[in-house]
């Protein structure tokens, strides 16, 4: 043997994608004495074990080679019956099952939707922060970024106007409920206005969805897919509400646009892991799933009052948060010249984690703001890491005046 | 509402993808009264069902929460050592963990590849005829592909040379053992010449596996990541010898190739689904694969004489065939002049079915080739699908002298 090839025989593509610096940040944190507000992870305590269990158990016993060989790009009938009729009941969305397309994940329908949409240079409006795992998927496929401002409100309107009339935009990727990084949710009127925007021009909007059955107070909103239906891709996923390991989400689109899904699903992987497909739905059919998520709700509901509460006694004034109705985030901003990342270097030392806000900007570094996770942290222990990051906060705010 | 976007916002790649025409084929041969040799499945009824439930009940009794979780892109430490280990003691291939990445199927691992490796124009030495799941995976990076013939001993060593030599070339994508669509393996003399055009130079060997366990007759040839490390990727599955609903497979590499394609795994899916990981280690660790592949090996074997015999009687003397020693398929050459197409829609009136070799070259239409599946079809049905096979090519045969 010689050698390895020697030139870069790599695509351009790749060394544009930045890699997980959360996951970086997440090893880091396996130290058990730790206290971690930097995971994006369900509630473990909460996942339906025995009934998942027994839904796999039912199904070898029944089905065992049914469940065992390839399937359909699609994904399985049932299941995408089941996800149209959930829209229908809870959101009030008319659609059918050949609109669901069953994914390996949210993160795959990302990939599916930068293969179907993004040549090289075609411009992707982003929210700032944004979820740093659609600026990968979409990175693959040599995107150009137009970040625009989310606030307590939704989306920078004028942004998002000025955006779409000075760039070509193909792709807008929006998470209106319980954002992640912020926490943030669109409110009514700004989902109007941004669809008033869109409708009838050539940009799709991405409603990446996974936390919106979390709602733990607040009044349901719009989805845009039901305000503009022709210019929406809805993203859902069952990681959030049922669990994460078995890879399934789906994809809510029509027509054409379905069909050149469905292509680049064949290509990337033929379809999502049946055998997950098939126990997910079985647990569906013999659970049903809204007392498990009002479980869910009520948990993270009960920990995010716990952090707001503890943060309230704890934080120095300077410092402002959001105040998420639902999902598994807030967002925390320090104040001017005080980077996250130094914060969180002192905060290590004291046995504190979250994520500085740089990976959820494209454009921006030394940021001065911070994701703190509480779905995965108990009341007692939210508040013990709370206080010393306070601590921290305190000592680090007052050498900057 | 106004209406959908009308202009073509759709990306260059996804027009020039092409459809799973086999996938078409099944559609027509979902009629149980057609005896269908069309299909690439594993045979349903060596599915090993009770081991596997047995496996998937242990799991969810004794660890159900971290079955449950999110995990690493590159997957299942345990299982990622059990395959590394495997590779030692069957193909004498020294290689660690580390070097293996969990893929949702092979078909994955081709799209990461062509994520980490192709750009517009690049290109690709594509086996002549090739795997059509392949010619879809990098068609979505806009490759250009050079076909090279292969015939029974293996790729066309000149063909190979000259393409080396008078293209960029990235990527070769080969199956050397128990081609799909030919049934072929490359003799060792030729994988031997192949690995000395490739080594050293700025081109990967995709050496793509899922077949080389399933060698009913002769001698295990050499792999090419044995031969040229440096040079070779190497993809594997448990899709054909256990089962594919799980979509596992995984990429064997090194270095800086296995950090790109990680980074290109986290922006694709996150990570492969736990849940099948966990499954299918447990299986393995419980009951072994010897004994369940040699079980394999015999049907299909048995399967594949049977064909054999079956077409030595009644097929016409100037059809000509390959004689596989393992693996799913055998490929059909006709007179010429005969597109396989038209001996299709002949067949198809009596109720017999097989894939014409149009949608397995990248730039041949109406071909005299097919491929014939002996995988999923016991001896009678195989008997009696080929002499009415047979009948169709009598016929239409002697029509053209």
Redesign the interface.
């Known amino acids: ?7 870069n ?6 060394s544009d ?1 930045p ?2 610096f959360i ?1 970086d940040i997440l090893k880091l944190t396996a130290d058990k004495s730790i206290i971690s507000f930097a995971g994006g ?2 509630n ?2 909460l ?1 339906p ?2 009934e ?2 027994a839904a ?2 039912k199904l ?2 029944r089905s ?2 049914d ?5 359909t ?1 699609e994904g399985y009938w049932e299941l995408r019956e089941w996800i149209a009729h959930r829209y229908k009941s809870v959101k009030g969305i008319g659609i059918t099952p050949e609109n669901v397309l069953i994914t ?2 949210s ?2 329908g990302l ?1 599916l939707l930068g ?6 240079g ?1 411009g992707v409006i982003i929210e700032e922060p944004g979820y740093l ?1 659609a600026i ?2 979409f ?3 040599k995107s150009l970024f137009h970040p625009a401002r989310v606030d307590m409100d939704g989306i920078d309107l004028e942004r998002l106007k000025q955006a779409l009339s000075d760039y070509p935009v ?1 792709l807008y990727y929006a998470v209106p409920d319980f954002q992640n990084p912020s926490g943030i949710s669109y409110c009514e009127e700004n989902r109007r206005q941004a669809a008033t925007l869109l ?6 909007l991405v409603e990446d969805d996974p936390y919106g059955e979390l709602r733990f107070r607040g009044e349901a909103k719009s989805s845009f897919y039901k305000l ?4 929406t891709v809805l993203l859902g996923s069952f ?1 959030k509400i049922v ?6 989400g789906w994809l809510v689109a029509a ?2 646009v379905m069909e ?1 899904l469905v ?2 699903k ?11 497909q ?2 997910i739905y079985q647990y569906l059919k013999d659970n049903g799933i809204d007392s498990h998520i009002e479980k869910i709700r009520a948990a993270y509901g009960r920990q995010r009052d716990a952090m707001i509460a503890a943060m309230e006694a704890h934080f120095p004034a300077e410092v402002r948060y959001t105040r998420p109705e639902g999902g598994m985030f807030l967002w925390v901003t320090l104040p001017e010249g005080l980077p996250a990342m130094d914060v969180f270097k002192q905060s290590i030392g004291q046995k504190v984690a979250f994520v500085p806000g740089d990976p959820f900007y494209v454009n921006k570094k030394d940021v001065n703001t911070m994701r703190l996770n509480y779905s995965c942290v108990d009341e007692d222990t939210v508040h013990t890491g709370i206080k010393r990051l306070g601590g921290v906060l305190k000592k680090m705010i007052s050498a900057l005046q």
Do not use: C, W
Request: a positive charge; aromatic letters at 8%.
């Open positions: 043997m010689k050698k390895e090839p020697s030139g025989i790599f695509s351009d593509r790749i994608v890699r997980s996951r992870m369900p473990r305590d996942f074990v025995k998942l269990g796999a158990s070898f016993a065992g080679k469940i065992l060989q390839y399937s790009s390996s994940g993160q795959q990939d293969k179907t949409f993004l040549d090289e075609d795992g990968q998927a990175s693959v496929y193909k409708e009838g021009r050539d940009t799709m503009i239906p022709g210019n990681s669990a994460p390991s078995f890879r399934i027509g054409e050149k292509i680049a064949q290509a990337s992987d033929l379809h999502t892991n049946y055998i997950g098939r126990i």
